[in-house]
């Protein structure tokens, strides 16, 4: 028998300098994860399709740029621009606002003219002359 020991196991490389814990450093270009910047997708798709219900084309328009914004978040992070993929998702959020107050001044508008505006008489007279004609 030999009286040499065994090669021991090759040691792994050290951390690149700068990052005492070993985490590999994004290169400029490289993705990024998706979840890093929030994108508001589905606030500005519900907020869009609840403008087309309550405000007409007034909140769909602001609702459809909100839309092209926040899709282009995950597509930013996707070619590595960071800087980008928050200026895109800083104005999705702005535009996700608008479209949720054009939402709500909507909705009370419809709520008015349901009990004081008279539209609840409007639409029983609308529902006579089809009954009385049919």
Request: net charge neutral.
């Amino acid at each position: 028998m030999s009286s040499i020991p065994p090669v021991p196991p090759a040691a792994p490389p050290p951390p690149p300098p700068g990052d005492p814990y070993g985490a590999p450093s994004a290169m400029p270009g490289s993705p990024i994860a998706p979840g890093t910047v929030p994108n508001y997708l589905v606030w500005a798709i519900v907020a869009t399709v609840l403008s087309i219900c309550l405000c007409c084309i007034v909140g769909t328009i602001p609702g459809i740029v909100a839309i092209v914004f926040a899709a282009k978040v995950n597509t930013l992070l996707g070619q590595g621009d960071l800087a980008g993929a928050q200026r895109a998702s800083n104005t999705a959020k702005v535009w996700c606002w608008v479209t949720t107050g054009l939402c709500i001044v909507g909705l009370l508008w419809t709520v008015y003219s349901m009990t004081v505006g008279g539209g609840m008489e409007m639409y029983r007279q609308i529902f006579e002359q089809i009954q009385a004609g049919g």
